[in-house]
């Protein structure tokens, strides 16, 4: 079965510590992988993405991520985090074969204090 | 450029009602998806539409349907509502047809609540 997940449910960092999101899928066929931010009553906001090239791509607001073939991870980091990246994160997937349908994990809580 | 827009943003039905759930693509966008994020969950996939056919469907019983018009809008019904169909209902609209290169939009939601 096709499936996302994301272990962590909520993250509690600091303000200007680093964070890592972790996103791990199922897959024996090529995929195509995504960070979306989604604030409190909005919809979803993409952060980045990875469709072939470079393993390490770059988004919005100073987030990265990495493509781990053999891990089958994507998991998302940024060096320094800042009150306003308090907000629930999705790592979704499109596996080959399946048009543009998003498979989403079940989201990451990040709260950022001071 | 306007962006993706969704009406209404909130609806209170009960069970047994029927409900219509509206979305306007961004500008020049032929493809819509809707997607249906439950509390605490992440969105799920519930079907696409590429110049006014539908162009695969979730795992979403048929009462769930949906049509894109001319203008590229689109509608979600719901038939026969069940508690669990409360939700925050997402639709994202895309640019030429379904790869997955052409990203996806996503609406503000209509947030429906089934009593």
């Known amino acids: 079965a096709q499936s996302v997940t994301q272990l962590d449910s909520q993250v509690p960092v600091f303000e200007e510590a680093p964070v890592e999101l972790r996103c791990n899928y199922s897959?024996?066929?090529?995929?195509?992988l995504f960070w979306y931010v989604q604030y409190p009553n909005q919809g979803l906001q993409l952060l980045l993405k990875y469709l072939s090239g470079s393993t390490l791509v770059k988004g919005i607001n100073g987030f990265e991520a990495e493509f781990n073939k053999s891990q089958t991870s994507f998991h998302l980091r940024k060096p320094s985090v800042h009150i306003s990246d308090t907000a629930e994160y999705f790592c979704a997937v499109i596996y080959t074969g399946t048009a543009s349908k998003l498979t989403f994990g079940t989201g990451t809580r990040l709260q950022v204090t001071l | 450029e306007t962006g993706v827009t969704q009406s209404p943003t909130h609806l209170i039905k009960t069970r047994g009602q029927q409900v219509t759930l509206r979305c306007s693509s961004q500008s020049g966008h032929n493809t819509v998806s809707w997607y249906q994020q439950a509390l605490g969950q992440g969105p799920q996939f519930i079907f696409q539409?590429?110049?006014?056919?539908?162009?695969g469907r979730g795992n979403f019983p048929p009462r769930f349907s949906g049509l894109q018009f001319p203008n590229y809008s689109s509608e979600l019904n719901v038939n026969a509502l069940e508690l669990d169909d409360s939700a925050l209902y997402l639709c994202?609209?895309?640019?030429?047809?379904?790869?997955?290169?052409?990203?996806?939009?996503f609406g503000p939601g209509t947030r429906l609540t089934v009593l």
């Open positions: 897959s024996s066929v090529s995929v195509y």
């Open positions: 994202a609209s895309s640019l030429g047809g379904v790869s997955p290169y052409n990203e996806q939009f």
């Open positions: 539409y590429y110049r006014e056919e539908e162009n």
